[in-house]
């Protein structure tokens, strides 16, 4: 079983940044692909970004490009969302996600989730 806890979610105004953090802990043996999802109230849950194990590859969504960095540290057990140039429709709940798998979009590969942190970007 791995533990995800997202942390870093607040206010930002349009045009700043935040920083989000998932912290894994439990089964940490090894490295898991690793994923943010995001989340409106009353609309499905989408894919912002995904890492595979190793760093070494990265997805991401049309409205993340050339915005949003996701990274991580393994040593640390953490993934991190850097978020730049923040609009008021990046206002979400943001979760993160790790897959026994692959890296991917599709957020029915993903098994483990954290509870989420809420992002709200004021203009």
């Known amino acids: 079983q791995v533990l995800l806890v997202e942390s870093g979610g607040g206010l930002a105004q349009a045009g700043g940044s935040l920083r989000l953090s998932c912290a894994a802990s439990?089964?940490?043996?090894?490295?898991?692909?690793m994923a943010w999802f995001r989340q409106v109230l009353g609309e499905e849950r989408k894919f912002v970004a995904a890492?595979?194990?190793?760093?070494?590859?990265?997805l991401y969504s049309d409205p993340a490009k050339g915005r949003f960095t996701i990274s991580r540290d393994n040593a640390k057990s953490t993934v991190y969302l850097q978020m730049n140039s923040l609009k008021p429709e990046d206002t979400a709940v943001y979760y993160c996600?790790?897959?026994?798998?692959?890296?991917?979009?599709?957020?029915?590969?993903?098994?483990?989730w954290g509870r989420g942190t809420q992002v709200t970007v004021s203009s």
């Open positions: 996600a790790a897959s026994n798998t692959i890296v991917t979009i599709y957020s029915s590969e993903y098994t483990y």
């Open positions: 890492i595979s194990w190793s760093g070494s590859s990265t």
């Open positions: 439990g089964r940490t043996d090894r490295s898991y692909p």
